[in-house]
T-cell receptor, first 113, second 116 residues
Framework: ETGVTQTPRHLVMGMTNKKSLKCEQHLGHNAMYWYKQSAKKPLELMFVYNFKEQTENNSVPSRFSPECPNSSHLFLHLHTLQPEDSALYLC????????????FGPGTRLTVT | AQSVSQHNHHVILSEAASLELGCNYSYGGTVNLFWYVQYPGQHLQLLLKYFSGDPLVKGIKGFEAEFIKSKFSFNLRKPSVQWSDTAEYFCAVNAFPTDSWGKLQFGAGTQVVVTP
């Protein structure tokens, strides 16, 4: 248990659905991250939030929409996804985001049908 | 663009064998270096990290890594593996100041299988 929780753990959605992934960290950290983990590919950083402000958008398609209402919560809103978006989505947090250690959640396994 | 390379995608070895996983990165400036591990069905967790100082760093579960700046490498080692070391291992780099705040570049991972 790392202090970073993600819900749901598994999600199956159609291409026309709208769903949201939730991440919560109980570590008092100020930076939060979304990553995409696909088979046989490096982890891809999607978004970075520092003190609730988005500081990195790694050329992510607009069908992924992040939201960070406070330093403890991070959401990833999904709409009109494609089958190639099926992957494990990981949330992470770190103390201050200056290249320090990140703590990862267990991930949400997303399948787009 | 900066990249992180892990030389082996799959490694199979027997218990008590020694393990060394290679990691090279392409950035020549100041770097923070990490090895993460993902055990089957579990979350990514930190094995060890290097920020500065002694280039030989020790982590959890008997792992260590050596930062060789001239070779842009940060190889992971364990003298004697156990079956419980079966996992996927990821090298990650944060390059200062090129990488934006908090950005980690990950390698593709090495799947290690330890046989009894």
């Amino acid at each position: 248990e790392t202090g970073v929780t993600q819900t749901p753990r598994h999600l199956v959605m159609g291409m026309t659905n709208k769903k949201s992934l939730k991440c919560e960290q109980h570590l008092g950290h100020n930076a939060m991250y979304w990553y995409k983990q696909s088979a046989k590919k490096p982890l891809e950083l999607m978004f970075v939030y520092n003190f609730k402000e988005q500081t990195e958008n790694n050329s992510v398609p607009s069908r992924f929409s992040p939201e960070c209402p406070n330093s403890s919560h991070l959401f990833l809103h999904l709409h009109t996804l494609q089958p190639e978006d099926s992957a494990l989505y990981l949330c992470a947090s770190s103390q201050d985001g200056q290249g320090d250690e990140q703590y990862f959640g267990p991930g949400t396994r997303l399948t787009v049908t | 663009a900066q990249s992180v390379s892990q030389h082996n995608h799959h490694v199979i070895l027997s218990e008590a064998a020694s393990l060394e996983l290679g990691c090279n990165y392409s950035y020549g400036g100041t770097v923070n270096l990490f090895w993460y591990v993902q055990y089957p069905g579990q979350h990514l967790q930190l094995l060890l990290k290097y920020f500065s100082g002694d280039p030989l760093v020790k982590g959890i579960k008997g792992f260590e890594a050596e930062f060789i700046k001239s070779k842009f490498s940060f190889n992971l080692r364990k003298p004697s593996v156990q079956w419980s070391d079966t996992a996927e291992y990821f090298c990650a780099v944060n390059a200062f100041p090129t990488d934006s705040w908090g950005k980690l570049q990950f390698g593709a991972g090495t799947q290690v299988v330890v046989t009894p």
